[in-house]
């Protein structure tokens, strides 16, 4: 009898630890399911799906704006590159970004520099997985 009133307990607890996840479990979750711009409650409070990058391209598409946002996606790549987990790609986004922006398209020079920002971003965070995880990648 004892056995099965733990088994219940267990099983009354189980969707309590299944909820419980990290923040970034849960924004990961929420944005491969629903994308960009949705709204989800985490720990009561409600986030949105979007990146940081996505707001910050989120602004008036003016030359002022995509210059800024130029400037700080090239600051954040030559930190990954200092690392040594600049991405290949991001060099191209951020000279298809500077074009847009000398041409006047500033809604498309904020998206270009979003998106090479967003990629420095994930190599600089690849580098710190890197650093905490070295040693999984030596032979046993």
Do not use: C
């Not at 909820?19 to 989800?40: D, L, P, W």
């Not at 030559?78 to 991001?90: C, D, Q, V």
């Not at 920002?117 to 999984?136: D, P």
């Amino acid at each position: 009898m004892k056995k099965i009133i733990t088994i219940a307990a267990a099983l009354a607890l189980a969707p309590t630890f299944a909820s419980a996840e990290s923040f970034q479990e849960a924004f990961e979750s929420n944005r491969a399911m629903y994308g960009k711009n949705h709204t989800f409650e985490w720990n009561g409070k409600n986030f949105s799906t979007n990146h940081e990058e996505e707001v910050e391209a989120a602004v008036a598409a003016t030359k002022e704006n995509a210059l800024d946002l130029i400037a700080k996606a090239k600051a954040k790549n030559k930190e990954a590159a200092k690392l040594g987990f600049e991405w290949k790609l991001t060099g191209g986004i951020l000279k298809d970004a500077q074009k847009a922006a000398d041409a006047g398209e500033y809604r498309k020079a904020l998206d270009l520099a979003a998106q090479a920002k967003y990629h420095s971003r994930m190599g600089i965070q690849q580098h710190a997985y890197a650093q905490s995880n070295w040693h999984l990648s030596v032979p046993q």
